[in-house]
């Protein structure tokens, strides 16, 4: 049992199934989600102290980890009046694996900072089986100095763990990550889509593709269940907007540079708004329908 204390808000799918390695690891957990159903499902299985708010989970905690989901809300438990910052203590670490604007990486690191509070940007990769199993990877902006101490917490959920350089590098690097998944999902819609049409066997073709040069995580991953129409395995859609409309504001005047990011969130748009937000992202495919059928 380690003596050190960790705050964690945000335990969601992702959030809660982190939170369960760093419990099984020895370290003595405070818990604070908005959703108590969340929290008391997760105490059902794992030690660990619900707290009533951000400032109780983060009082006197040697390390606060944040996994939530929107820009608004890494603002919010973090930089808010009752955020994280405002109860840490001198020489605590704050590590923010939620994906978010750079900026606001950015931003938390000059007030943790002005706090004498190390902060890092630390998104994750792997989706909610990565943090199942404990094999996510994680690009981490922030400072070197404390780096090791970082990793040996995060080495709880992580497989692989690097620090990309300073402040915002590490969602910067999250960033490029959810654009070359989207370029590769469309790639696969494109391809099975037309495999379709042509008459393919694609239950045939698929081993063919996974072990040839069109192999990759996500044909490994997701393609026989895009072929059987099952799009539930977590990351899901409007997570993915999200973090495409991230990457198009990071680029600003230079968007027009980079058309598939605007044609598969607009793709991933028209789903949604057939009701299909909760879908994961594999369910691309169904964009490239003639009629894509609403959830």
Request: hydrophobic share 40%.
């Amino acid at each position: 049992m380690t003596s050190k204390t960790i705050a964690f808000i945000g335990v969601g799918v992702m959030g809660g199934a982190m939170a369960s390695h760093l419990a099984k690891a020895g370290y003595s957990l405070r818990l604070f989600n908005r959703t108590k159903e969340k929290v008391n499902q997760w105490l059902k299985l794992n030690p660990g102290y619900v707290a009533t708010s951000i400032s109780e989970a983060c009082d006197g905690a040697d390390y606060v980890i944040t996994c939530v989901n929107t820009v608004a809300e890494v603002r919010e438990v973090i930089l808010g009046d009752s955020g994280a910052l405002a109860s840490m203590p001198t020489g605590s670490m704050i590590i923010d694996h939620s994906t978010t604007a750079p900026s606001l990486s950015r931003a938390i690191y000059d007030q943790a900072q002005s706090k004498n509070i190390y902060a890092f940007d630390a998104p994750v990769s792997g989706g909610a089986e990565g943090a199942r199993l404990g094999t996510l990877v994680c690009m981490v902006g922030g400072d070197a100095g404390k780096f090791d101490d970082l990793k040996k917490v995060s080495s709880s959920y992580c497989k692989l763990i690097k620090l990309m350089g300073g402040a915002g590098i590490g969602n910067q690097t999250k960033l490029v990550n959810q654009l070359c998944i989207a370029g590769v999902l469309a790639g696969i819609s494109e391809g099975l889509s037309y495999g379709k049409s042509a008459e393919v066997d694609l239950s045939l073709a698929l081993p063919l593709l996974i072990q040839g040069a069109a192999g990759s995580w996500q044909m490994q991953h997701r393609g026989e269940t895009i072929l059987e129409n099952k799009f539930n395995h977590g990351f899901s859609i409007k997570n993915m907007v999200k973090d495409l409309e991230l990457f198009l504001d990071a680029c600003g005047d230079t968007k027009s540079n980079y058309p598939n990011a605007l044609e598969v969130l607009r793709r991933y748009k028209q789903l949604c708004e057939l009701g299909n937000s909760e879908l994961d992202t594999s369910s691309l495919i169904l964009s490239y329908n003639n009629n894509p059928q609403s959830n």
